[in-house]
């Protein structure tokens, strides 16, 4: 699902969270390899995958994001 999201957004960057984030290299690295293998080369190679540096704060302060979002649209 992450290398299918990849080959259509291109982003720069795919950041991981909650208890995937706490896991660190640990789950990281089998990831890349993974994502590696099913996504476009070029895109792979212009794609970091990171673990948040928010910690557990990141959920609260994403739906607190939304909330404000659409309170303000």
Same mark, same amino acid.
Request: proline content about 4%.
């Given at each position: 699902?992450?290398?299918?999201?990849?080959? #259509?957004? /291109?982003?720069?960057?795919?950041?991981?969270?909650?208890?995937?984030?706490?896991?660190?290299? =640990?789950? =990281?690295?089998?990831?890349?390899?993974?994502?590696?293998?099913?996504?476009?080369?070029?895109?792979?190679?212009?794609?970091?995958?990171?673990?948040?540096?928010?910690?557990?704060?990141?959920?609260? #302060?994403?739906?607190?994001? #939304?909330?404000?979002?659409?309170?303000? /649209?």
């Amino acid at each position: 699902m992450i290398g299918g999201l990849i080959n #259509l957004n /291109d982003p720069g960057v795919v950041v991981l969270g909650g208890e995937l984030s706490a896991a660190g290299e =640990l789950v =990281l690295e089998p990831l890349r390899r993974e994502v590696q293998r099913r996504v476009l080369p070029a895109t792979f190679a212009s794609t970091r995958i990171v673990a948040t540096q928010l910690g557990r704060r990141g959920l609260a #302060l994403g739906a607190a994001t #939304l909330v404000l979002r659409q309170a303000l /649209d």
